[in-house]
């Protein structure tokens, strides 16, 4: 059984840690918010001082941290993981950040000579608790072997997309198609309406037929359809409107460095910052159909 730090114990990294609690291993773990402390201690994990008392010790440390800027000041800072975890440690970082820091960090880790890999996840939290979040992981072949075992527990499926940064560029890419799909199929309801035609019967067409995807067939925007979408519980978050303005916002960063061009990538993150700013944060991103439809805030 390994020894593993855990930093950042939110709505998602509390139950990862606590996952790996469960499958035996020996799981300290450390938050700013002591709510989040509390929650993970209650799941049978301890609860470390600093930084550097968590990652001296352990074989494997995980960060699941909110932006950037916070990833790399925790593994970067003088009081950070690379200035105190162990040679052969192996790093796990599963936040969702942009790009061009997951690189940074990863050469930073490999000139301190440490295994890292980028490991952001889709599934949310109900994923995370389930232990079924899908990762996507960016780093070198040995690390990605090391990584697994632990991926595994947290995940049901685990794909090695390149080498480093190439796990959030697929977060990143993955959730550009989600964004823009959700609008459209919100719009095509949206239109239904006007025009008289049952959202069923568009749901009984568009799903066997061209414009199937999941923002139709498991996610659906609308109420009825499919009974476990959010649209059945009030756009009750899910997937908040404030996280996918995040991961829309990413995409136009590495779009705009990589010279890509993505008009409906920035479109999509337009509306979903129109949507944000009436209010609806922390709606699920599937009640931008009612922003679309002029029912705002
Ligand atoms: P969260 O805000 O619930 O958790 C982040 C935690 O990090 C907080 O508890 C915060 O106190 C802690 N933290 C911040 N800075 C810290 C530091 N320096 N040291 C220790 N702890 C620190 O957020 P979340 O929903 O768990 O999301 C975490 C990451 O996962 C984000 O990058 C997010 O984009 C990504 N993500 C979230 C979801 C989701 O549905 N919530 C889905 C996929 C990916």
Redo the contacts with the bound molecule.
Sequence with gaps: MASIGF???????GPMAANLVKAGHEVSG????EA?RQRFSEAGGSIAGS?PELVSGADVVVT????GR?VE??YCSPDGVLAHARPESLLID????DVATARRVAEAAAAAGMMMVDA??????GGAEAGTLTFMVGGPDTAFAAAKPFLDIMGKSIVHAGGAGNGQAAKICNNMILGISMIGVSEAFVLAEKLGLDKQKLFEVSSTASGQCWSLTTYCPVPGPVPTSPANRDYQAG?TAA?ML??LKLAQDAAMTSSASTPLGAEAAALYSLFCNSGDEGTDFSGIINFLRGNMG
């Design positions: 930093i950042g114990l939110g709505n998602m990294g450390i938050d700013l918010s989040a930084v699941m941290l909110p932006a916070h000041d925790v599963s936040s969702t950040i952001p996840v889709s599934g949310g939290v997937f996280m995040k991961d």
